[in-house]
């Protein structure tokens, strides 16, 4: 198997930060991560006293990453910003506040729905997550990231596009079923391919996240892009999120990945809040058969080896493909379908894992 993101962030969190106690990746120094068949592309962000310790420390990495089977070739840019605190930082320092926290004054809540593997249902979960959040009396809004294939401004029938105001601030769209709705959609070709990098990727999210007048809300879900790529790992380092979701469905190669994105997650300590299995199964409208297309129990089995909760099974159902082309969510149109009620249940699950203790 070729070299991963994993595998990188694995090296990475064995390297400490210069003057610290922490590793790179539990001091979110770790800023853009690109593996790119050999070669290994890298933002590092650290603080330091004198900038010739962040030189010390790329010479470092880079030995170290080369010295990794399959790599062929590194560059690490490092960002150094110089420290503020004279003297060494106390050796137990609280858990600092994640950088845009004060962007967001009025979310309460951000959990963040993932997948190792596009196309298992992470944006059919996460935009039917929301809407059954907000039947349950919860102010909700839903952030599209998944810069490469932004797909909410459809599936939640919003695709009028936001409006901006006179101070650069963008109003999100008010949804059906009265979720707030923020998509990569609204600003991106989706006949362009989307070639932010580094950088500039991180000064889009920010924006995403701290342009957008969000209000007072009880959850911002989040869409992710599949993968532990430079999106995921820019929100997780910036954003305080209350946890993740995972979604998955029960076959190996996107339980593999499902594996993945939970590694990454613990590693920036991100709480996981469990795992969904999408598409567990199909029922027959006329005999009643049911079919387990993907196979049968894999979700539950990895959440149990994984020592992470099994949220639940959401089975396959054609009105769920086609609401998701025309903008009518099932949990909207058809609550009280078997699928409705199994994203409703996904919901309850998520509010008593958020909002407990
Ligand atoms: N439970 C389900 N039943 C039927 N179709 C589904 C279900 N979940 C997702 N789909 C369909 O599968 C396709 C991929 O889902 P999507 O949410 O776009 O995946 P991702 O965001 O992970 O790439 C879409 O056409 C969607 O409508
Ligand atoms: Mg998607």
């Not at 990794?68 to 506040?97: F, K, N, R």
């Not at 869409?223 to 820019?234: E, S």
């Not at 590694?263 to 027959?284: A, Q, W």
């Amino acid at each position: 198997m070729g070299l991963t993101e994993q595998d990188i962030l694995r090296k990475l969190s064995t390297i400490p930060i210069p003057g610290g106690n922490r590793d790179l990746v539990a001091a979110g120094a770790v800023r853009q991560l690109e593996v790119d068949g050999e070669r290994v592309r890298l933002l590092l962000a650290v603080e330091a006293a004198r900038p010739g310790i962040a030189d010390s420390l790329r010479g470092e990495v880079e030995r170290q990453l080369r010295a990794l089977p399959g790599v062929a070739d590194v560059e690490v840019t490092l960002q150094t910003l110089l420290a503020t605190v004279q003297g060494p930082s106390p050796a137990h320092a609280p858990p600092q506040p994640r950088g845009w926290a004060h962007l967001i004054p009025g979310v309460e809540r951000v959990v963040a729905v993932a997948s190792g593997k596009g196309g298992v249902g992470k944006s059919t979960v996460a935009a039917n997550l929301a809407l059954a959040l907000a039947r349950r009396g919860r102010r909700v809004g839903l952030l599209d990231a998944d810069i490469y294939g932004p797909s909410q401004q459809l599936m939640m029938g919003a695709e009028e596009g936001p409006t901006g105001d006179a101070s650069g601030k963008i109003h999100p769209v008010d949804a059906p079923g009265g979720v707030k709705v923020m998509s990569f959609g609204y600003i991106v070709d989706a006949d362009q391919p989307v070639i932010w990098r580094g950088p500039m990727l991180q000064k889009a999210l920010e924006q995403f996240v701290g342009d957008v007048l969000w209000g007072e809300l009880d959850y911002l879900v989040v869409d992710l892009p599949p993968g532990t790529g430079d999106v995921a790992l820019t929100l997780c380092q910036n954003v305080p999120l209350a946890g993740a979701l995972i979604v998955t469905t029960a076959q190996d190669v996107a339980l593999i990945d499902a594996r993945k994105s939970l590694h990454m997650f613990r590693k920036l300590d991100v709480p996981v809040l469990g795992i969904v299995e999408n598409m567990s199964h199909y029922t027959c409208p006329e005999c009643g058969h049911v079919e387990h297309v993907f196979g049968s129990g894999g979700g539950r089995r990895t959440a149990d080896a994984l020592g992470v909760p099994f949220l639940g099974e959401i089975p396959i159902d054609p009105a769920v493909a086609a609401g998701g082309d025309t903008g009518q969510p099932v949990v909207l149109e058809r609550p009280q379908s078997p699928v409705g009620r199994a994203f409703t249940a996904l919901a309850d699950s998520i509010l008593e894992r958020a909002e407990r203790g």
